[in-house]
């Protein structure tokens, strides 16, 4: 069965700082993988994914995350975090087939 | 505007009167699905469907039911709902296996 674990439940760092939210993913076969972000009281918005190719993926607002196949890591990061990226991001992983499974989440809070 | 659309946003109900919320997207896609978002526990999936009258169960069904007799709409239903399906649901939508989903912007659910 497919997983995703996010080891951290909240993230904390000062503007300007880099940004790194750590995702790692049990599945058989070939993953693809997403990241997604949360704000107050709105729905799921896609970030990024990795289907293939280079294990550096670059995605939207800014952010990027790279593929580890040999640590089974997908860790989502932002070269300089600002305060409007406080928010929710889960990690999520798609095998073969088409059920999305997502990490719990981690709360990422950028102070000024 | 692509999108997935959830109503209602906001449903406060008393344990045993059935509800359904519903679920329409207007992108052609085959895939659906719903998730319920708890604190600590991510998304957990509950129902989908790959196509028309093709539906299966996700990780946590027992309470739910689903129907998909057109491709644009995925309704969830509570037959008799309890409190313990006070939670915050997602429906969400996908091309093919390799996209990401779209979301839906979430169905805010109180069962007293």
């Known amino acids: 069965a497919q997983s995703v674990a996010q080891p951290e439940d909240q993230v904390n760092v000062a503007e300007g700082n880099p940004l790194t939210v750590k995702c790692t993913y049990s599945?058989?076969?070939?993953?693809?993988l997403f990241w997604y972000v949360q704000y107050p009281n709105r729905g799921l918005q896609f970030l990024l994914k990795?289907?293939?190719?280079?294990?550096l993926v670059k995605g939207s607002y800014g952010f990027e995350a790279e593929f580890n196949k040999s640590q089974t890591s997908f860790h989502l990061k932002k070269p300089s975090a600002l305060v409007s990226d406080s928010a929710l991001y889960f990690c999520?992983?798609?095998?073969?087939?088409?059920?999305?499974?997502f990490g719990a989440g981690t709360t990422v809070t950028v102070r000024a | 505007e692509a999108q997935v659309t959830q109503n209602p946003r906001y449903l406060i109900t008393v344990t045993g009167k059935k509800l359904t919320v519903t679920c329409s997207q207007n992108?052609?896609?085959?895939?659906m699905s719903w998730y319920r978002q708890d604190p600590g526990l991510g998304l957990r999936q509950i129902y989908y469907?790959?196509?028309?009258?093709?539906?299966d169960k996700g990780d946590v069904p027992e309470g739910y039911k689903v129907s998909r007799k057109e491709k644009r709409n995925f309704p969830l239903i509570l037959e008799s709902p309890s409190p313990n399906q006070t939670s915050l649901y997602f429906c969400?939508?996908?091309?093919?296996?390799?996209?990401?989903?779209?979301f839906g912007s979430g169905t805010r659910l109180t069962v007293v």
């Open positions: 999520a992983v798609r095998d073969k087939g088409y059920k999305l499974s």
């Open positions: 599945v058989s076969g070939n993953p693809y």
């Open positions: 992108m052609n896609h085959e895939y």
């Open positions: 469907s790959m196509n028309v009258e093709v539906t």
């Open positions: 969400a939508s996908s091309l093919t296996q390799g996209r990401g989903y779209t």
């Open positions: 990795y289907i293939t190719g280079d294990n």
